[in-house]
C-alpha cells in the first residue's frame, strides 16, 4: 500500500522561506505524478505544483509560479516543495499527493495522498 509522508511545515513570517518534505513508499508503478496541494480553512483544496516523475517536467499554480519551486530525489523517493517569499495567503495545510500518469490540476484525479503538513504565514 503506497504510504506518502509529508514534513517542514512551520510558523513563519511573510517573506521568509519554507521548505516542505515528502517520502512515499510501496511505490510499485513506474509511470507516476507528484503533486502538491493546499487547502485553507473554508476553502476548497487546490493544487499548488506536480512533477511528472520520469519526465520531470513541472508545473505550477499562478499564486506561486516564481516563488514555489518543486523537486525530487529519485534514489531516496522523495520531493521537496520549496517554498520562498511567504504570503498571509500562503497559509494552509500542505498536501502530497500521487497518482500514476501525467500531472493533473483537480485533486479527485490523486488517489494516493499524505495526512499533510501545516503552514502558517504571520499576518
Known amino acids: 500500500q503506497v504510504q506518502i509522508t509529508e514534513s517542514g511545515g512551520n510558523l513563519v513570517q511573510p517573506g521568509e522561506s519554507l521548505r516542505l518534505s515528502c517520502t512515499i513508499s510501496e511505490l510499485t508503478f513506474d509511470n507516476y505524478s507528484l503533486g502538491w496541494f493546499r487547502q485553507a480553512p473554508g476553502k476548497e483544496r487546490e493544487g499548488v505544483s506536480c512533477i511528472s516523475w520520469s519526465a520531470g517536467v513541472t508545473y505550477y499554480a499562478d499564486s506561486v509560479q516564481g516563488r514555489f519551486t518543486i523537486s525530487q530525489d529519485s534514489a531516496k523517493k522523495m520531493w521537496y516543495l520549496q517554498m520562498n517569499l511567504l504570503k498571509s495567503e500562503d497559509t494552509a495545510m500542505y498536501y502530497c499527493?500521487?497518482?500514476?500518469?501525467?500531472?493533473?490540476?483537480?485533486?479527485?484525479?490523486?488517489?494516493?495522498w499524505g495526512q499533510g503538513t501545516q503552514v502558517e504565514v504571520a499576518v
Open positions: 499527493a500521487a497518482r500514476v500518469g501525467n500531472c493533473a490540476s483537480a485533486a479527485a484525479s490523486f488517489p494516493y
